[in-house]
């Protein structure tokens, strides 16, 4: 990509209503632009962020034998009624009404709909287990949105839904999922707990949370220092100040519990037999007993996510895309564009790495180099390589190292083994 082509439009000034580093640096770097409250767009240099994302995930859920869909955002408000979520779920679902004054809601979530999906066709036991997922914007008129994306109005969320005849195959379903979103995290190359929750207006029995450890996180997760355990604290119901539980002994009989924050990017659920009920999702079982089939329900807050890794990969040095996420793994910082033959290797090597596969931004842009450099950190690309009037006819480079903070003088070969390596 040429930088000159390309449109990020970056900003000097922190956003005034911005207080978290991820949504200052999604407004700076051009990622996403605010319309309303709650509600952004997604810029090229975000969108091309927000596509890695998607398709980690996609890839990990297919590999777990999901099938994907997409469903409606606009729903009929009859299926809510029928799941009594209509008036349950509260302020955050929005409803409306079209020119016939049918109601309707905006989607938050999915369970009404899968169910009417579900339920309308001959299947047979011996279908199951199934899972069926999308990726789609879901809308939740939060009470206070904030954090730009990290909790906005309008998201985008990765949603599967789970049927089996038996909690037997519940379970499998489930822990499958789970290992699904253990493969989607570590791709990811993000720090994370999986941690016991509480399920929330959506229901059921157990419940996990996937969560990146970051200090700006609202959640407090209470960890245990010797084994395994780990809670978000709202399940503990300890009603004194949560930060007090540090030091005290772990759930488990196992070690001492700390207190670490978290961001909730994914959240898995045994839902049980609880819509398939009321919403009369029924299927024969293997002795012809009519089961309501047992469900599970799987999201991942895939815009969340974005956010979450900025918070997690900022420090002193500044931020850096983990290599998975980012937009461009390596930029090339052209310091005299106008001279022929420094833009001539400049081009020579972006064609290069390029047809080694590699996603190269090519800053040919006249402009002065302090700004290409702010803006190189601005952006968080993890490399970056400086042709100057005064390197240029070497045929080692200039390579900076953002990951680990280093310069150095490389080869284009040397290069490349770097961008493998990571
Ligand atoms: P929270 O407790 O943060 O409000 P939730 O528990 O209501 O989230 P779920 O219903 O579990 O959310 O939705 C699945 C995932 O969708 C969450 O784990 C989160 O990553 C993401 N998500 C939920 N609400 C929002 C929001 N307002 N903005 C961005 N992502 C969200
Ligand atoms: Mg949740």
Redesign the pocket.
């Known amino acids: 990509m040429y930088f000159s082509k390309f449109f990020v439009p970056t900003t000097r000034e922190d956003p005034s209503d911005a207080d978290l580093i991820s949504h200052k640096l999604m407004i700076k770097s051009g990622m996403i632009k605010k319309t309303a409250s709650g509600i952004y767009n997604w810029l090229p240099l975000g969108l091309i962020v927000l596509r890695n994302v998607e398709e980690i995930v996609r890839k990990n859920m297919k590999a777990s034998g999901a099938q994907e869909i997409l469903m409606p955002m606009v729903q009929p408000a009859e299926l809510w009624k029928e799941s009594m979520r209509y008036d349950q779920y509260g302020r955050e679902l929005l409803k409306f009404s079209d020119r016939s004054d049918r109601e309707f809601v905006l989607g938050p979530?999915h369970e009404e709909i899968i169910c009417e999906i579900f339920r309308s066709y001959p299947t047979s036991y011996r279908d199951l287990p199934m899972n069926l997922y999308q990726i789609q914007t879901k809308f939740?008129d939060?009470i206070r949105p904030r954090f730009g994306?990290?909790?906005?109005r309008e998201?985008v969320?990765k949603d599967a839904y789970s049927f089996d005849i038996n909690k037997k195959g519940l379970e499998k379903s489930y822990e499958k999922m789970k290992q699904a979103y253990i493969n989607i995290f570590d791709e990811l190359g993000l720090d994370y707990r999986i941690v016991n929750a509480d399920a929330?207006?959506?229901g059921g029995d157990k419940s996990e949370e996937f969560h990146i450890i970051a200090d700006s996180g609202e959640d407090l997760l209470a960890i245990s220092d010797k084994s395994g355990y780990a809670a978000n604290v709202e399940i503990l119901n300890y009603d004194k100040d949560p930060t007090e539980l540090k030091g005290t002994p772990s759930p488990d009989g196992k070690g001492k519990l700390i207190i670490k924050r978290g961001i909730?990017?994914?959240?898995i659920f045994q839902l049980g037999q609880k819509y398939s009920e009321k919403m009369k999702v029924v299927m024969k079982n293997e002795k012809g007993i009519a089961e309501n089939l047992f469900m599970g329900c799987y999201?991942?807050?895939i815009?969340?996510i974005i956010a979450a890794a900025i918070e997690q990969s900022n420090n002193e040095g500044g931020f850096v895309w983990p290599k998975n996420l980012a937009p461009f793994e390596i930029n090339i910082i052209c310091l005299d564009p106008k001279k022929r033959e420094v833009f001539d290797v400049c081009q020579t090597l972006y064609d290069l790495l390029k047809q080694n596969g590699n996603t190269v931004l090519f800053d040919e842009r006249e402009l002065r180099p302090g700004i290409k450099f702010s803006e190189n950190e601005l952006l968080g690309i993890p490399y970056s390589i400086v042709v100057s009037p005064s390197n240029f006819n070497n045929t080692k480079y200039e390579f900076n190292d953002r990951v680990k903070n280093q310069k150095s003088e490389l080869n284009i070969e040397e290069i490349k083994k770097v961008l493998e390596g990571n």
């Open positions: 979530t939740r939060e994306v990290m909790r906005a998201f969320m929330g207006n959506i909730e990017v994914g959240h999201g991942i807050g815009t969340r």
